[in-house]
């Protein structure tokens, strides 16, 4: 069973920046596409970015483009979000999500395994 676990959250001033960290055990990441989700208080989940198995193909969502970069080290077993010049609407929690098809994950936002997540505020 693939376990996911996220960190580097923590509470950052506006333009500050952070890098969160989804580490997995139980199972090779590379057999993964992988997303970073996150969830505000009162709002719905929203998909924040993706990337495919081996890292050829990522894609962000509008509100996070130029800001956010996602990348992978497989043999870390672990993907990673760095997040630039953040802004209050980004404080969420932000969770990393599994699955083994690309379309399932960054398309219909439905990994098959999911992380706790990890607290992401900024304010001043």
């Known amino acids: 069973q693939l376990q996911l676990v996220e960190s580097g959250g923590g509470l950052v001033q506006p333009g500050g920046s952070l890098r969160l960290s989804c580490a997995a055990s139980g199972g090779t990441l590379d057999n993964y596409a992988i997303g970073w989700f996150r969830q505000a208080p009162g709002k719905e989940r929203e998909g924040v970015s993706c990337?495919?198995?081996?890292?050829?193909?990522?894609n962000y969502a509008d509100s996070v483009k130029g800001r956010f970069t996602i990348s992978r080290d497989n043999a870390k077993n672990t993907v990673y979000l760095q997040m630039n010049s953040l802004k209050p609407e980004d404080t969420a929690v932000y969770y990393c999500g599994a699955g083994s098809l690309v379309f399932s994950v960054c398309v219909e936002q439905r990994p098959a395994y999911w992380g706790q997540g990890t607290q992401v505020t900024v304010s001043s």
């Open positions: 990337i495919s198995r081996i890292g050829s193909n990522t």
